[in-house]
């Protein structure tokens, strides 16, 4: 089998993507064939040589590289299947399935997926749909708390608030009333904590609220939960589709881990700067009645979503009140050797190189299906 790993992108998280692809790349068994395909900065697609994938085998250290040859830029023929993707030089790859290890803006916002709809090529993780509804916080809470799951109470600001003063403040009161201090700001539509900020007074809140802008045109301001927890949980499947004999399509939610921050939260740096930024415990200290109560919660999270391939759910808990909270779903979540999810997926008895065959496998399968649909008269 072909299999195109895709990385890199137009994205503040450009770099950890070329830290999962290597770890990606490292464990597709050896049968297959590995293409490389990375996207620099500035959104232009280069096929990489085996050369690259051969020093990432042998350099088990190192992420992956993006060499910018003009010969080999990438294109996408739309409705050529197999063959969509050529490169500058004429060479068609000829790819089956297509793993795009990429996070955050243009890699899990479903626009790249969307272009592999377009394509007709099959490929790993959720739908352009969920990919999109999944990137933006707020729709996501709007959904979960359609279907009364339990999220952190939040309000919303879009940019036209700051550009009149008399609304910002007037916002910022009503926010102050309703959430109290602290909070925490983030980008509505960026990962890895990129943007995120936890205010204490009105003047922290404003320089937050600021900094957030730079990520994004709407923002969201959260209440604080007392002491809190952070559990995360690994969930794969296909939620809208997935036949009752099919294990590979089968939605489930594996073992939860615990994130202790030695940070304030854990935020970009605690996660990939500081190796001491957290303590990551697995299983989750909890309850059995407690894990069982996340993994329930991380399935029908999933579902409502309509979610598909993998996505990590992630949890706040009370330290005082043991109230659970849903705070945010990731549909392409860190992908090296010691991140959450995969480590998860382990602890639960899936090793990563079987992780990746079942992901692969639930996009095929997905494709598939998908294929029998009409589309015409």
């Known amino acids: 089998m072909n299999i195109c790993v895709i990385y890199g992108g137009k994205s503040g998280e450009h770099e950890i993507s070329l830290i999962s692809a290597a770890s990606i790349v490292r464990n597709i068994k050896k049968e297959n064939k590995v293409i490389l395909i990375g ?125 009149n003063s008399a609304v910002y403040d007037e916002f910022l009161e009503a926010t102050e009333k309703e959430l109290g201090y602290p909070m925490f700001v983030k980008p509505c539509c960026a990962g890895s904590s990129n943007g995120a900020a936890k205010a204490n007074n009105r003047k922290e809140l404003s320089f937050a609220i600021m900094e957030a802008f730079l990520w994004d045109d709407k923002i969201l301001i959260e209440k604080s939960i007392n002491n809190a927890r952070e559990i995360e949980c690994s969930v794969t499947g296909n939620s809208v589709t997935f036949p009752a004999e099919s294990e590979t399509e089968e939605v489930l939610a594996y073992i939860p881990g615990e994130i202790k921050p030695t940070h304030e939260f854990y935020d970009f740096d605690a996660k990939y700067n500081d190796e001491n930024g957290a303590l990551l415990v697995i299983p989750a200290e909890l309850s059995e009645d407690g894990i069982e109560k996340i993994r329930k919660t991380a399935c029908a999270a999933y579902r409502v979503l309509d979610c598909t391939g993998l996505s990590r759910v992630d949890f706040l808990i009370d330290k005082d009140s043991n109230q659970v909270f849903l705070n945010e779903i990731n549909t392409m979540p860190g992908f090296t050797s010691i991140s959450m999810f995969p480590k998860m997926c382990e602890a639960a008895g899936l090793k990563y190189a079987d992780l990746i065959d079942l992901l692969i496998d639930e996009g095929i399968a997905r494709y598939k299906a998908k294929k029998e649909l009409q589309t015409s008269r």
């Open 39 to 163: 996207i620099a900065k500035d959104g232009k697609w280069y096929l990489q040589g085996d050369d690259e994938y051969e020093r990432a085998l042998k350099d088990t250290a190192s992420p992956l590289k993006i060499t910018e040859d003009k010969k080999k830029l990438v294109s996408v023929l739309p409705g050529a299947g197999k063959d969509a993707f050529v490169s500058a030089d004429g060479t068609k790859l000829s790819i089956d399935v297509v793993f795009p290890a990429l996070h955050g803006t243009y890699g899990e916002d479903g626009t790249i997926q969307g272009l592999f709809e377009m394509a007709e090529i099959p490929y790993v993780g959720c739908t352009h749909m969920s990919s999109a509804v999944t990137m933006d916080k707020e729709k996501t809470k709007m959904l979960w708390q359609s279907a009364g799951l339990p999220v952190v109470p939040y309000v919303c600001m879009k940019r036209h608030v700051m550009l």
